[in-house]
């Protein structure tokens, strides 16, 4: 059949942005500058839209321009010792140290695209944080609507509430993706000579607090449209490799969110104390202690934390409440409803629970940000890799500064139009089941599988049973989801995806037969040392997974190497 | 409860069927006027909250949440 039989749309482009957050836009729009025509699909509204939906407080990872591999590697090492958290280890160390070399250059980048980086005395402020290293306290309340306005300004085709579901491959090339109107239900096919991913990573595999078996179930802190995992699930769907699927991080979930938002004093590298429940003090970032907190969990003590301000003077407490405004401006009028006094009460989280895979899971890419699917980039969170605003910024720039050399040599994109019509019917299908399930039902079970069966200390059968009823679920209600309207076929998609992801998280869990980082495994308490620097590589191969280990890339750059940018 | 419109003070615009991230609001096209189609998906970020011309728009907690 004729692609324009089977489509309500047909978009023709060179670069395809997916996701118009802190790393699209930029992505979208340097692209743009090299005369390339650019369209970008985004699920929500681009002006308000993705984890800086509501603004952001810090530009994290702002590191001083023109340094070398080795002095970026003892810079990480000076916040995190021995540690190394998101660093090199996860990720082509290339590419990773090439993202943080040129977080600066990429805040000249944003100020071209009318993004305020100064403060009203027109200065940039530095900030010391506690848990990222170096980075830039930003008025941020209004970036989104910012970026937003330096897209369109640089002529990029912007397609506001496009979900793109799967992408179009011929010959092992990426030629494009299909998508859906989530207002319309317009199934569109979108033709592009190479794709950028730009999603958020993936918070959805997991419960949110308070994970109450009722409604609001989207209690995140970052934006649940975003870490629905569409990005990853795309790429595997594609044949792209993701790497490290086995790491997930803790320390996010947040009882207190939007009472007082947890990035807010960390962010203005301000002392907060953290408490056990009887006030007894705990040091640093516990989160991130995996072997501490799977004893913890081992033991059924899964007690909260909290942050306390109440030791700090005024002046302190008048700069979190700036960083408020900046970043989550709702925090007030909340905090004020619920009686809460962020002076004086306790700020509650669930500091041993997994909260999200992010920093280290992702799609993996080259050091030119290329996946193993020729024509498919990554930036910002969904690569391996990543977690603070600058990589974000600086990858998706770096992207665009570059992916002309690419499109330029690419032919023209051939779509196969069987695939297309094979693919709308799997899309289309929640929206002819009668007397299904619903999206949120099945979403809440494959969460609380993760929640059962994976959680933070690992063990073989758990992982098993888990893989099982997964497996089970999938294929008893996945062809019974059911979607009313365009907007609930959005969600019935996002849960595709957060079970594929799921999927992948469990068997990643399961190969990698041993602790190591956020990987904890009862069964295999000590770190495999013939595991040193091997990543987990899982990809779709002829239908079939394919899950191995690899050793990493080498640094390719010498140590006194310096970004030109 | 998440966003609830106080429809005396509505006008109209469209600004949190246009903005709100997690498609929250339905537009009724007989009155023009914006609804709460799916308010258990509402995240409580507060994008409509802030970005409503009139204030229009209140936003509380669920007893979900505490």
Redesign the interface.
């Given at each position: 059949m004729a692609l324009e039989k089977i489509a309500d749309r047909i978009v023709e482009t060179d670069v395809l942005v997916v996701g118009g957050g802190i790393a699209g836009c930029p992505a979208a729009a340097k692209a743009a500058e090299h005369g390339l025509k650019v369209t970008l699909a985004e699920k929500a509204k681009t002006d308000r839209s993705g984890s800086a939906a509501e603004g952001i407080d810090h530009y994290g990872g702002a590191f001083p321009r023109g340094m070398t591999p080795k002095e970026w590697q003892g810079y990480i090492d000076s916040f995190s010792p021995g540690f190394a958290y998101g660093a090199a280890p996860w990720a082509d160390p290339t590419r990773f140290y090439r993202q943080y070399a040129n977080g600066m250059w990429a805040v000249e980048e944003l100020e071209k695209l009318g993004v305020t980086m100064r403060w009203t005395d027109g200065e940039r402020r530095p900030c010391d944080c506690h848990h990222e290293g170096p980075f830039l306290r930003v008025h941020w309340q209004n970036v989104k609507p910012e970026m937003a306005a330096g897209v369109r300004k640089r002529g990029v085709n912007v397609l506001e509430r496009t979900m793109v579901v799967d992408l179009l491959t011929n010959n092992g090339v990426v030629t494009g993706a299909t998508a859906i109107d989530t207002r319309t239900g317009e199934f569109i096919v979108i033709k592009s000579k190479a794709v950028v991913i730009a999603t958020a990573a993936c918070s959805r595999v997991i419960n949110p607090e308070t994970p109450l078996p009722w409604k609001y179930k989207f209690n995140y802190h970052w934006c649940p449209s975003s870490v629905s995992g569409d990005g990853w699930a795309m790429a595997y769907r594609a044949g792209a490799e993701l790497s490290s699927m086995e790491q997930a991080e803790r320390g996010g979930r947040f009882r207190d969110d939007k009472v007082m938002s947890f990035g807010n004093h960390g962010n203005e590298g301000i002392p907060a104390k953290r408490l056990t429940w009887d006030g007894e003090e705990t040091i640093g970032r516990p989160g991130f202690r995996s072997r501490r907190f799977a004893e913890i969990q081992r033991q059924g003590r899964d007690e909260p934390r909290y942050i306390s301000l109440e030791h700090l003077p005024d002046d302190y407490q008048k700069r979190v409440e700036v960083a408020f405004v900046d970043e989550r401006l709702v925090s007030f009028k909340i905090a004020e409803d619920r009686g809460f006094n962020p002076r004086t009460h306790w700020y509650e989280t669930m500091d041993n629970r997994v909260n999200q895979l992010h920093v280290e899971p992702g799609i993996y890419l080259d050091a030119d940000f290329m996946s193993s699917l020729p024509g498919l980039y990554a930036v910002g969170d969904c690569m391996a890799g990543n977690h603070d605003v600058a990589n974000a910024a600086a990858s998706g720039f770096l992207v665009g500064d570059s992916i002309h050399e690419f499109v330029n040599k690419a032919s023209e994109p051939v779509i196969d139009e069987a695939r297309v019509e094979s693919l709308k019917q799997i899309s289309l299908a929640p929206l002819g089941v009668k007397d299904g399930t619903e999206p949120m039902e099945l979403e809440s079970a494959v969460r609380y599988i993760c929640d059962r069966y994976v959680g933070v200390a690992r063990a073989e059968g758990r992982l098993r049973e888990g893989l099982r009823r997964l497996g089970s679920l999938k294929r008893e209600f996945l062809p019974q989801l059911v979607a009313k309207n365009p907007h609930y076929l959005m969600r019935a998609l996002e849960v595709r995806n957060v079970m594929d992801i799921a999927e992948l998280h469990i068997q990643a869990c399961l190969e990698r037969k041993e602790t190591r980082m956020a990987h904890t495994r009862l069964d295999y308490p000590e770190a495999d040392p013939s595991l040193d620097d091997m990543l987990l590589f899982q990809r779709l191969e002829n239908g079939k997974s394919v899950i191995e280990f690899r050793k990493r890339a080498p640094m390719a750059l010498p140590d006194d190497h310096k970004e030109e940018r | 409860m998440?966003a609830k419109i106080e429809y005396k003070k509505c006008i109209g615009c469209g600004r949190c069927y246009?903005?709100?991230?997690?498609?929250v609001f339905?537009w009724d096209e007989e009155k023009d006027i914006p609804v709460v189609?799916?308010?258990?998906?509402?995240?409580?970020?507060?994008?409509c909250?802030?970005?409503c011309p009139k204030r229009a728009i209140d936003?509380?907690?669920?007893a979900?949440?505490?």
């Open positions: - | 998440p246009d903005l709100c991230p997690l498609d339905a189609a799916y308010e258990y998906e509402c995240w409580h970020c507060g994008i909250w802030m970005e936003i509380t907690y669920p979900s949440f505490w």
